[in-house]
């Protein structure tokens, strides 16, 4: 009995820690992992409760941008659009910091968001439309957990081909 529980207690301390790894890793580890399944990454960040994911990368001539589960290796969502159905803008000045990233899909579009607060803290969203972010029906907004986030949107989108979109 006494192996039993010993043998209990030795699974459940290795799958903590294994799984511990999927969950709320830090940028650089984050950043390592995505190099080998992207070109280049643009942004990751997982769920605020860590169960889900999303990633946009570069992979030339296109975007892939996924959404699902974190760490399966099959997301829920799995897409790849030209890059002219994807656009980026940033601001900054001395409240805030923004950066977005937008993916366009048939009528469907998927926009992340992340920068400062004008109280200094770091945030990311995801926010989903039917249509236009500018005009279409706001499906739904998922906070990401900033902790996580790899932010590669940046001017540099533009030599890839990525458009700039007009100013926040």
Known sequence: MQSI???LLLFLITTTFSLSGVYAQTPDALRKKNELRCEKLVFYAQTVNHKKEVEICLVSPSVSYSFGKTGAPNKEMELIVPTDKTSYASQNNQVIRLQEFTVRNGNTTYQVSAGTNDEG????TLD???GTEQTGKHLAEIKLDPKTMVNNIDHSLANEGIPSAPDL
């Open 5 to 7: 529980h010993h043998s």
């Open 121 to 124: 803290h770091n945030f990311a």
């Open 128 to 130: 989903v439309y039917q």
